[in-house]
């Protein structure tokens, strides 16, 4: 992840809708949340972090740990939340 690759907006707000299958039957919610990140870009190398002006650190730690993590687990947003704090 280099800087040039990611630019930071600040948003009203940011939505994220989760989605769970159980035994064919899907349920999906939507949640308010203060960060998401989108991957722009041919390559997959360009970022774009959505961020609300009352932010969470977890939700920041949360998407920057989706980008540069192979997988992010709920302690590892934390903890990224925490460094960034």
Known sequence: LVRENLKIHQVRNVKATYSVE???DLKQEMREISC???TVGEDGQKHILYVTRDFDW????NAIGGLILQRCRLEDA???GSLLE
Request: charged share 15%; proline share 0%.
């Open 78 to 80: 934390f903890f990224l």
């Open 36 to 38: 998401c990140v989108n």
């Open 22 to 24: 159980c035994r064919s």
């Open 58 to 61: 977890f939700d920041i730690g």
